[in-house]
Every structure is written in structure tokens, then in C-alpha cells.
């Protein structure tokens, strides 16, 4: 509840020495004290142990079909990692689909690997108790497309769709709160609480945020993925679990992505 | 607008508008498996809601923005005991509060009350910092307007629903949709207007 | 583990990200049952071999510590390993070469 005047004025005191010694680490003065902390993070981002087990897991000879993932299509051919999460969502004639990189991770770890789909995607978001192979795998994958520019691509008709949908979708009222994502998301300066929000609707703050998914987020102890960051949105806006690897989940991807094209990904990023 | 502008050879406005549509909403009645019936209509539009959601530089129409008011206006309900001041100390509760009605694993959490959600968006005390700026300031509310009966039926009907007032407002329609109980907004009424509350007092 | 080794100036910095719950033993899973403890009890750091670190941890550092340590007199080529002992006998070690100053 309401701090008093006496401790704002401390408050203010503890983040003026704490900006000041924040002035010491090499680089460069931060613009807020919780950059340097954010700073931190990034130099030594708990993420990157994700994408290494990832790796791991990815080469692994594993479930009851005793295969690794290497064979799996990520769009650009089996096997071909380099790029291929940049140009995701995108349509795959195999599975008649377009698919994100958990849905495409989803369809290669049931066909290749024989796992049960239920049970992957039951699996699919960690716990403090359980880890989360796909959180993992997607990492890694991820993190073979960190340099390049995000390109999503929507020649296909199927693409297409999916964009316009998803772009419907995130200016569609609903729910007990009334919201859209566009609610919040819609314009520039917006803050919920102490939470600043990107603008989605413009192309530059949108190439700022979307390039570092997956990313380790503090709140959260864990990697989360771009599936996860529409269950958590979902969950906040009191609407059901939003389903792992929805049509819904990717359309809202294609049309944030492709709002992206041209961010450097960089990924395991760094968030709350 | 998004900047993002469809730059495809070929059949350059495929899909159009009500084709995205109709795709979105077929998308939504499938995007939750599993989830128990009460809760996936959660997710369905009612009248207002989708005479508001409007992409680009579309806007409502005037006609349109007649017909959200007077759905809205006919939606509002009072405390049966006519108080529309409550407890200003339990509006303070509800103030901060952000909980309730969440779902997870299909099954709504368990809280004592729904919060109500104004910090995400309102500065209200004027000495906490911890508040959103999505929604104007409320700091100061009581004492910059009174505190007549005219002013609590209308803070009162603007909480119960905002769209009465500004059709597709951002603000949550939270009596109407049933987030908060007439009693609640009541308090939360006495938390903007008593002269005793964090809101108004002096610093 | 990840290490990241790096001149600066007549030191070294060294900075290790860990994987590893760090089970304070307080905290109840999902079935309300207390997850036991489980936490690194020991790490060494080792410069040519020679132990420059050796430290006794508790609950009291968090899930996938990030721990740093500065030594003097370490130059680009040198060979830095960290070895850590958990409460349940589990033991990890991983090298790095000394990174020159970027």
C-alpha cells in the first residue's frame, strides 16, 4: 500500500547511490538503476543454459523411435537449422499447416521421434518441478537464426490467412476485461502499473521486442517461449489455457513476427 | 496503422476483411480444447464487444456508437440497498488488487474477491508509485469534484460500465460483465470521493 | 555450466553461469509435499591448477547462480576450471582458456 513521504525520499536517495555505482561497470552509464541489473543478466543470461541441453537433446537419440531431431524440416530442409526460425511462421506442404517453431518441434518429436502428442504438449511449459524438453529445443533452434533478421515471408495464400487473421484477432474484444491486445498495445507511452508496453502497431518497437523470444523471464525462473507468452497474456485477460500450438496461437505469431521483419534476433533475450 | 504494409504480386487483397474475420472467429472457437463450456464463452463476443473491435482506421459509426450506449446504459444496476458510497478502506483493498477470476487448467482460481483492477491503469493515492497510466489520473478525485450525489451515481455508473459514457472505451466494463459486485464499486466509489481516503488527503 | 573467462587489465575475470535448482528445502511442489534440499555445498576454481577459490555454499544462493570471481595475475592462454560438489554427492567440472582482453 502507500509508501510514505519520508521513505520516497529515501527510495530516491538508494536509486541515486545505486545509479552511481552503476556508473562503475564497463559499459557505458545506464538511463534507469534496473538496467543495470537488466545488464547483468544479459552478459550472463541464465537462457544460454537452455539452448546448451537443447543441443543436447536435439542430436539425441531419443523416444520410442529411438531418433534425433536432426532430420526434422524446419522450412529450409531436413536438418537445416541456419535461418530457419527467422523465416517462421510459415506453411509446410507436409503437415498442410502453417506452423511456428513449437508446433513444427511438436509435429518432428511425434513423427520422427514417436513420442505421444498429448503428453508433449502436456510437457510443453516447465514447472519448478519438471522441466520442459520443447522449451529447450526451442532455444537451441532459435538460437541458430541469432544474427539474422527476422523475414517472415507470406507468399502462400495459407500465410496470408494467417496473417489477416491474426491481425483480426489482435484487435478482437473479448473476455471479462473487454480487452484486444491492441488495448494496451495499440499506441505509444502505455504503462500497466510500472510495466512499460510496446507499441505493436509500430514497425520500430516492434522489431525491438520481438526478436528475443525465447527469452529468460525473472518472474517466471525459466525460458518461456512465444506459445508461452500468449498462454500467460491469455491467462491475464481471464480467458481458458489457450491451446499449445492453436491455429489462434500461431495466426497472433505470423502477425507479430512478420510486424518484426528486419530485427536481429537475439535470442535467449532478457525479460521480466 | 502497422507499417507493415501486404507488398504480394498476385491477388494483393486476399483475404479481405470479413474473410479474416470469419477465419479468426473459427480460430477462437477452437483455440481452447478441453476447456469446460462455461469458460470458452468467455471468449465469445457479445453486441458491444464486437461493434467494437475495429482494425486500422476503421471507427465506429455514429449509429454503431448509439447502439454500444444504450446496450450500455441498459445494463446498469445499483446496490440493492441504494448506498452507491460504500467502505472507502475496502475500495482501497480492491484497488491494489489485480487477482481473481483467472483461469488455469480449467479451473477459475480461488480468491475471496475479484480485484478490481485500477491501479493497472489509474495513479489514485498520489503517493504510491506502483500504478499504471493507461486510464487518466484519479489522484485528488474527491476533492477536485465534491462530493455531491450527482458525482457518486456518476463515478458509480462509470465503474459499472464505462461504455455507457464512451462507447468502446478501454476501460473494462467491470459491474456490467460482472468482474465486480454493485457493493464492490460501491466502495470503490467511497475510495475516489471520501475526504479521508489516501486519494484525497493532503500531503 | 558456462564459463566465460576474459583479460582485463593484470586481472582476469571469471564468470560462470550454473545450472542447478538450489532446493532451499522450504519450497512445496505441486502435490503440497516439500521438495528436499538440494544445493551445491562446495565450488573450487583452479588457475594452471592451482586452486585460486574454494568456497562452502548453502540454500541461501539461488536457482542457476551466476558467480564471478577476479584473479590476479591470470594472462590469455591460461587454463581456469571450476568443479562443484552438490549435498547429493552429484560432482560437475568444466574448463575454459583465458579469453585476452576484448
Known amino acids: 500500500m502507500p509508501t510514505s513521504v519520508m521513505r520516497d525520499r529515501i527510495a530516491v536517495f538508494l536509486i541515486a547511490g545505486f545509479a552511481a555505482s552503476g556508473a562503475a561497470f564497463a559499459q557505458g552509464k545506464p538511463a534507469d538503476p534496473l538496467a543495470v541489473g537488466r545488464q547483468l543478466l544479459a552478459e550472463d543470461n541464465p537462457g544460454d543454459l537452455w539452448v546448451q541441453r537443447g543441443e543436447r537433446l536435439f542430436h539425441e537419440k531419443r523416444g520410442p523411435g529411438r531418433a534425433s531431431l536432426e532430420r526434422c524440416d524446419f522450412g529450409l530442409g531436413a536438418g537445416k537449422l541456419d535461418g530457419a526460425f527467422a523465416r517462421m511462421p510459415r506453411y509446410f506442404p507436409d503437415t498442410d499447416r502453417v506452423q511456428d517453431l513449437e508446433s513444427r518441434l511438436l509435429t518432428c518429436m511425434v513423427e520422427l521421434q514417436g513420442f505421444q502428442r498429448e503428453e508433449v504438449i502436456r510437457n510443453a511449459f516447465s514447472t519448478l518441478d519438471r522441466n520442459s524438453d520443447m522449451e529447450a529445443l526451442a532455444s537451441y533452434v532459435a538460437s541458430r537464426s541469432n544474427g539474422m533478421k527476422m523475414h517472415v515471408t507470406l507468399d502462400h495464400p495459407r500465410e496470408r490467412e494467417m496473417y489477416k487473421a491474426g491481425e483480426y484477432l489482435f484487435h478482437r474484444r473479448n473476455g471479462p476485461t473487454d480487452f484486444a491486445c491492441v488495448s494496451c498495445h495499440g499506441d505509444d507511452g502505455r504503462r500497466i502499473r510500472l510495466q512499460d508496453l510496446p507499441n505493436m502497431t509500430d514497425a520500430a518497437q516492434m522489431r525491438a521486442v520481438i526478436a528475443g523470444w525465447p527469452a529468460y523471464r525473472g518472474t517466471q525462473g525459466t525460458v518461456r517461449t512465444m506459445q508461452h507468452r500468449l498462454y500467460d497474456c491469455n491467462w491475464q485477460m481471464r480467458l481458458p489455457d489457450l491451446g499449445f500450438a492453436s491455429d489462434m496461437s500461431i495466426a497472433l505469431t505470423t502477425y507479430l513476427n512478420y510486424s518484426g521483419n528486419g530485427a536481429v534476433i537475439q535470442v535467449p533475450g532478457v525479460r521480466r | ?203 | ?102
Open chain 3, 1 to 102: 555450466m558456462k564459463i566465460r573467462a576474459t583479460v582485463k587489465g593484470d586481472l582476469a575475470e571469471v564468470r560462470v553461469l550454473i545450472a542447478h535448482p538450489m532446493e532451499t528445502g522450504q519450497r512445496k511442489n505441486s502435490k503440497g509435499e516439500l521438495v528436499p534440499t538440494h544445493f551445491i555445498q562446495s565450488l573450487v576454481v583452479t588457475h594452471n591448477g592451482k586452486t585460486v577459490y574454494s568456497g562452502q555454499w548453502s540454500q541461501a544462493v539461488s536457482r542457476n547462480p551466476v558467480f564471478a570471481v577476479r584473479i590476479r595475475g591470470a594472462k590469455a592462454g591460461d587454463k581456469i576450471s571450476v568443479t562443484w560438489v552438490d549435498n547429493k554427492g552429484d560432482k560437475r567440472t568444466d574448463e575454459a582458456v583465458v579469453a585476452p582482453a576484448s
Open chain 2, 1 to 203: 496503422m502497422t507499417a507493415a504494409a501486404l507488398a504480394v504480386p498476385g491477388c494483393a487483397t486476399y483475404p479481405d476483411g470479413e474473410t479474416a474475420r470469419q477465419l479468426g472467429e473459427k480460430m477462437v472457437s477452437e483455440a481452447y480444447p478441453g476447456m469446460p463450456e462455461a469458460l470458452v464463452k468467455r471468449a465469445v463476443q457479445d453486441r458491444p464487444q464486437a461493434l467494437c473491435t475495429k482494425i486500422g482506421k476503421a471507427s465506429l459509426t455514429r449509429e454503431e456508437a448509439a447502439e454500444v450506449v444504450a446496450l450500455s446504459r441498459a445494463s446498469l444496476r445499483y446496490p440493492a440497498s441504494g448506498k452507491l458510497v460504500g467502505d472507502w478502506q475496502a475500495g482501497a483493498r480492491l484497488a491494489y488488487s489485480g487477482t481473481g477470476s483467472r483461469i488455469r487448467g480449467g479451473r477459475v482460481e480461488k480468491a475471496k474477491e475479484n480485484g478490481a483492477l485500477c491501479s493497472n491503469c489509474h495513479m489514485l493515492d498520489p503517493g504510491e508509485i506502483n500504478a499504471g497510466n493507461l486510464g487518466p489520473s484519479l489522484a485528488a478525485y474527491g476533492t477536485q469534484r465534491g462530493g455531491s450525489e450527482e458525482l457518486a451515481k456518476y463515478a458509480y455508473e462509470r465503474i459499472y460500465n464505462a461504455w455507457a459514457f464512451v462507447p468502446c472505451s478501454t476501460m473494462p466494463r467491470l459491474g456490467a460483465g460482472h468482474h465486480l459486485t454493485p457493493e464492490q464499486i460501491a466502495d470503490v466509489v467511497a475510495y475516489l470521493i471520501d475526504p479521508q481516503s489516501p486519494v484525497n488527503r493532503r500531503r
